[in-house]
Nanobody
Framework: QVQLVESGGGLVQPGGSLTLSCAAS????????MGWYRQAPGKERESVAL???????RYLDSVKGRFTVSRDNAKNTVSLQMNSLKPEDTAIYYC????????????WGQGTQVTVSS
């Protein structure tokens, strides 16, 4: 089992920046993909930014150019640098890790609140 612990959420004004961090622990074999999802009130959870073990990234169109995902494979950590934040970025952000050990397993963090408001 993999445990994910997030940190770094909070309240920020529009145009501000925040960095989210997530550390994976437990029995880890091969985290082929890590990243971040978010869920706003009344909306479905959506993929925000994902990064493979090799460094390939995918972003939600609305965050391209503003958010940057990075990971440290040696430390099993993933971060999300969020710049030029907008009120519509307000959501609970969840750390995600996809592991392959003969079968695919998904792991989730407990979520951290990001609120963008003046």
């Amino acid at each position: 089992q993999v445990q994910l612990v997030e940190s770094g959420g909070g309240l920020v004004q529009p145009g501000g920046s925040l960095t989210l961090s997530c550390a994976a622990s437990g029995t880890i074999f091969n985290l082929y993909e890590m990243g971040w999802y978010r869920q706003a009130p009344g909306k479905e959870r959506e993929s925000v930014a994902l990064i493979t073990k090799g460094g390939s990234t995918r972003y939600l169109d609305s965050v391209k150019g503003r958010f940057t995902v990075s990971r440290d494979n040696a430390k099993n950590t993933v971060s999300l640098q969020m710049n030029s934040l907008k009120p519509e970025d307000t959501a609970i952000y969840y750390c995600f890790a996809g592991e392959y050990n003969g079968s695919y397993l998904d792991f989730w963090g407990q979520g951290t609140q990001v609120t963008v408001s003046s």
